[in-house]
């Protein structure tokens, strides 16, 4: 089936540095790159909808940036948290859009210390 | 846009017994509907999904029901069993995949399986 590689898994940053989150689509091409963030004890919220090419489409309070997204191939997706802080700690997941529905990658926990 | 309510926020059932999660959703144009269950730290797992042309879905012990005329569809599961335990996302798009339409989510349901 139609799997997605989210990596890192786990990465602690300190405050005010970058981190780059990958997503890849490993045996078919996304049309189009979901990236949600999921606080604890609460739903996953959308942040922006990329598709290869383009520029991302951010949702309303999302800040472009801040949270910088790269889709440069059918394969491969990128999520930047530039300048992080404390409260930018959270679960970031994609999902990736194509025939096979949506598939959803495993999940990076962000924690800036 | 697409609003999702779910409901109840938590649900405590003793093993056997059944369960059922209740969502609504606000735009008419939603097709596709979706029930995830995810257990901590782990990706959202797709346990069933119903389309709009049909009112019930059944895998095993899940099934799904959808109103399209009401807009509000539904998760059952029957005979719960400890490993059911987990929070189960409901969700609306106007499209499987394969373009655009994203997934907007309820809040989430906390089922607990007690043995």
């Known amino acids: 089936g139609a799997v997605v590689s989210q990596h890192p898994s786990r990465v602690i940053c300190k405050s005010g540095t970058s981190v780059k989150i990958e997503c890849r689509s490993l045996d078919f091409q996304a049309t189009t790159m979901f990236w949600y963030r999921q606080f604890p004890k609460q739903s996953l919220m959308l942040m922006a909808t990329s598709n290869e090419g383009s520029k991302a489409t951010y949702e309303q309070g999302v800040e472009k940036d801040k949270f910088l997204i790269n889709h440069a191939s059918l394969t491969l997706s990128t999520l930047t948290v530039t300048s992080a802080h404390p409260e930018d700690s959270s679960f970031y997941i994609c999902?990736?859009?194509?025939?096979?529905?949506?598939?959803f990658g495993s999940g990076t926990r962000l924690t800036v210390v | 846009g697409e609003n999702v309510e779910q409901h109840p926020s938590t649900l405590s059932v003793q093993e056997g017994d059944s369960a059922v999660i209740k969502c609504t959703y606000s735009?008419?144009?939603?097709?596709?509907f979706p029930w995830y269950k995810q257990e901590l730290g782990k990706r959202p797992q797709l346990i069933i999904d119903?389309?709009?042309?049909?009112g019930e879905k059944k895998d095993q012990r899940i099934a799904v029901t959808l109103n399209k005329t009401a807009k509000h569809f539904s998760l059952h599961i029957t005979e719960t069993q400890p490993e059911d335990s987990a929070v189960y996302f409901c969700a609306a798009s106007r499209g499987r995949g394969g373009s655009n339409y994203k997934l907007t989510f309820g809040k989430g349901t906390l089922l607990t399986v007690n043995p």
């Open positions: 735009d008419s144009a939603s097709n596709y």
């Open positions: 119903i389309r709009s042309n049909v």
């Open positions: 999902s990736a859009s194509s025939e096979h529905g949506y598939t």
